[in-house]
């Protein structure tokens, strides 16, 4: 059973657009959301995270949106750049709006951003 | 944030055989984890890495498959014994530095083929 999921496997926006990624998720326990990028060959890198108390967490070009009641959430990046090509995962934990560090991950969303 | 590394990057192994994976952090971290990502899967969790005693395991994994150790608070390994070619992966090192709530880091993977 998938708990969290990506079910947009790719997304290609142009240069400058606004790029928006989805996550949903299933288990009404996880309270701490977080959205990593990953290129080839290389780990996943952070970019930003949300709780469960929070319906909006903003960090530069990156904005996450969580809607408890439809169990959503949503990555914006605004201006997408050609440099924001990869992997990006949705992931997710539980343990009282924190992260404990055992993360349930989507199956991820490949982004192309096209000069 | 923390620096993480990993020995090796990769390896092709032969089946029945064991590989040790090591993780190097630049910093004490309370928490450490492994994380294996099969190919065309997401990130699925191993185990809790505890410092000076035994690991905790997710549900589908053993310690006599994937034994770990961690002696201090910047050093652990993996080891994915009696290797067959379902063990061919990219095995990650994951750490959060400063306890519940902080940033989640993830090492550069080591990208693992058994033959």
């Known amino acids: 059973d998938q708990q969290v999921k990506q079910n947009s496997p790719s997304l290609s926006v142009q240069e400058g657009r606004i790029s928006i990624l989805n996550c949903d998720y299933t288990?009404?326990?996880?309270?701490?959301f977080l959205w990593y990028k990953k290129y080839p060959a290389e780990g996943p890198t952070f970019l930003i995270s949300?709780?469960?108390?929070?319906d909006k967490n903003e960090d530069g070009r990156f904005t996450v949106f969580l809607n408890k009641s439809a169990k959503h959430l949503s990555l914006h990046i605004v201006p997408s750049q050609p440099g924001d090509s990869a992997v990006y995962f949705c992931?997710?934990?539980?343990?009282?709006?924190?992260?404990?560090?055992?993360?349930?991950f989507g199956q991820g969303t490949t982004l192309q951003v096209k000069p | 944030s923390a620096v993480i590394s990993q020995k090796p990057s990769r390896d092709i192994c032969q089946r029945g055989t064991s590989l040790t994976i090591q993780c190097q952090v630049d910093?004490?971290?309370?928490?450490m984890f492994w994380y294996r990502q099969q190919p065309g899967q997401s990130l699925t969790l191993i185990a809790t890495?505890?410092?000076?005693?035994?690991?905790?395991?997710e549900s589908g994994f053993v310690i006599d498959k994937f034994p770990i150790s961690r002696p201090n608070l910047t050093f652990s390994t993996l080891t994915v014994s009696n290797m067959s070619p379902e063990d061919s992966s990219i095995y990650l090192c994951?750490?959060?530095?400063?306890?519940?709530?902080?940033?989640?880091?993830f090492g550069p993977g080591t990208r693992l083929l058994v033959l």
């Open positions: 994951s750490v959060v530095p400063s306890g519940p709530g902080a940033t989640q880091y």
């Open positions: 288990n009404s326990m996880f309270d701490y």
């Open positions: 949300i709780s469960s108390i929070k």
């Open positions: 992931a997710a934990s539980w343990g009282g709006s924190s992260n404990t560090g055992k993360l349930i």
């Open positions: 910093s004490q971290v309370t928490m």
């Open positions: 890495a505890n410092q000076g005693s035994e690991a905790t395991y």
